[in-house]
């Protein structure tokens, strides 16, 4: 395998090596240490292939890491640019204590980690077993419309059916509708398909605001949000964050 051009950052330790490219898929070696210093280089280098190619093998036979929430690097970047199935990102080569961190930590259900370059190569076909997509919204009017296609046009990469969809749509337009008229924040809307089924999850940066979220009167003229998600959802809930939280709604019948 012919090596490419690499870059490498100040002080940081880390080289990343663009090692074959062709019109379908890329390689590139990760070599040296993954640190919180490393990771706006492999941030940066990652989305650069994704977005370009789309298919992206990373080799990290020749990688060390010191610090191990740098080890969300690789799902948080693909899922930043859309994820599966136009990005697709393999990880091969890990050493067996890396491969163990990396299983511990749940990496390897949004990027497939497997031993060699040639079984990678073969897992780019096959969807992974969690896909993960985000997307960020201001609080302002259009966020609303905003996520529903952002919704829609998720459902469709992913194959899911109408229901799922028109379902997800409707969960998704009463949670960001609560953050425009409460919390008044941007916010972070998150899509996870895995064996459970379609998450549907809603960050925002107002803490403390819980209470909204209760059941309401359903003879009142307003508030019946959460009427909608909880008779829509298998399951729901808030999950609390130092400036924050995030309000997810889990959809039957998606996986």
């Not at 780019?124 to 952002?150: D, G, T, W």
Request: glycine fraction near 10%.
């Amino acid at each position: 395998m012919p090596e490419g051009d690499g870059v490498s950052g100040p002080q940081t330790g880390t080289v990343v090596t663009k090692a074959f490219r062709d019109s379908a898929s890329c390689v590139l070696a990760l070599r040296g240490e993954l640190s919180l210093a490393s990771t706006g280089l492999v941030v940066r280098e990652l989305s650069k292939a994704l977005l370009d190619v789309g298919r992206v093998l990373v080799d990290l036979s020749g990688l060390r890491v010191a610090w191990l929430p740098a080890l969300q690097v690789f799902p948080s970047t693909l899922a930043s640019v859309g994820g599966w199935p136009a990005a697709r990102l393999v990880l091969f080569g890990a050493s067996d204590e890396l491969r163990n961190r990396m299983q511990e930590l749940r990496i390897s259900e949004a990027v497939p980690l497997v031993p060699d370059e040639g079984a990678a190569r073969a897992r780019l076909c096959a969807r992974p077993s969690r896909i993960v997509r985000y997307h960020n919204l201001r609080s302002e009017p259009l966020a609303q419309r905003r996520s529903r296609r952002f919704v829609q046009a998720a459902c469709t990469d992913w194959g899911l059916d109408e229901v799922v969809c028109d379902e997800a749509a409707l969960i998704v337009t009463e949670l960001v509708t609560n953050v425009v008229q409460h919390a008044r924040t941007s916010c972070r809307l998150i899509l996870t398909l895995d064996q459970r089924g379609l998450t549907v999850g809603v960050r925002d940066g107002r803490p403390g605001t819980i209470a909204r979220l209760r059941p309401v009167n359903p003879c009142g003229r307003s508030g019946r949000g959460l009427l909608i998600v909880t008779g829509l959802a298998r399951s729901w809930g808030v999950t609390e964050h130092e400036h924050g939280k995030t309000v997810w709604a889990v959809l039957p019948g998606a996986a």
